[in-house]
């Protein structure tokens, strides 16, 4: 018998009837399984993300999704005939020897369970972990990812947000900004201070509720410190933040308030006056040089 025939023969022992129902069976179960399975998960994060949060939504979808490979692949392995035991008792022993090794992960897994129940930020809140700012793209079970406002990924696991200070900037709809002003000793505080306050009323992104406040902050080395307070929705911060600088300058200028720069001033003693400084101009520069040439 030749290679032809022996290849013939085995063929037509393996592709028969049986082996072309049993196709069937796993296409049948593929086809009907992956869409449903797709749209089980679709439920899900809609339904979780309606009734709870959106990250509780992400959560769901990923559950539902790896229970229903894992229900698939017990359906298509019993059409196949294959027992499971071997593979649960392999599985056993591989998930106590992943255990040992993957403390960490088992870590940041309960991290992650702690996280979730308690809740301090949620997708799309903007947080800091140490010194990473960045908008929460999704909350796993291993890590949470964030979107820098320079477009960076970065990915924080569990366990370090759960021993970090983690400061949520958008967890209540307003917030309120404090701009420092300084002006100088000669000013009249209660005009900057009126200056100030129609900044803060005539400012859009400025609430009028919680009120403006002046607080006088300091007697600085070369100024006077103010610090101007004012509220606006968490949402338009950085607008508010933005305008309000612009809209202080512009307005301390047009009163001809002097906002002063860093000085200082020398005495030789303490009952004495200033030490004179005479500044010469190029004239005198060359008369001394001729001098001492």
């Known amino acids: 018998m030749d290679s032809t025939a022996v290849s013939n023969f085995a063929f037509e022992n393996i592709i028969t009837d049986e082996f072309w129902v049993l196709a069937l069976r796993v296409a049948i179960i593929l086809a009907v399984g992956f869409p449903v399975l797709f749209i089980i998960r679709r439920w899900a994060r809609s339904f979780f993300t309606k009734r709870y949060a959106s990250h509780y939504g992400m959560l769901a979808g990923k559950i539902v999704f790896y229970t229903g490979l894992t229900l698939l692949a017990i359906m298509v392995m019993g059409q196949l005939g294959l027992s499971l035991a071997p593979l649960l008792g392999a599985a056993g022993i591989l998930g106590v020897a992943l255990g040992f090794a993957s403390q960490t992960s088992v870590s940041n897994i309960i991290s992650g369970l702690f996280l979730i129940a308690e809740q301090p930020f949620k997708v799309d809140d903007i947080i ?6 960045g908008i929460v793209m999704s909350i796993d079970m291993l890590s949470v990812k964030l979107r820098t406002f320079d477009n960076q990924f ?4 569990n366990e370090t947000i759960i021993k970090t200070e983690v400061t949520n900037l958008t967890r209540f709809p307003i917030r309120r900004f404090d701009a420092l002003v300084s002006v100088a000793y000669k000013e009249d505080i209660g005009e900057v201070r009126e200056v100030l306050m129609q900044v803060a009323e005539k400012n859009e992104y400025t ?21 101007l307070r004012v509220w606006g929705q968490s949402s338009e911060f950085l607008l508010l933040k933005n305008s309000i ?23 030789s003693g303490e009952a004495t006056g200033a030490i004179p400084i005479e500044i010469k101009g190029e004239d005198h520069r060359e008369e001394e040089e001729k001098s001492n040439q």
């Open 154 to 157: 970065v990915r924080i696991p």
């Open 128 to 133: 800091t972990v140490g010194t990473t700012t």
């Open 245 to 267: 600088h612009e809209e202080v300058k512009r307005h301390l200028d047009e009163a001809n308030i002097e906002i002063p720069f860093p000085h200082v001033s020398l005495y």
């Open 207 to 227: 609430l009028s509720e919680p009120e403006p406040q002046v607080i006088f902050n300091a007697f600085g080395a070369s100024s006077i410190d103010l610090q």
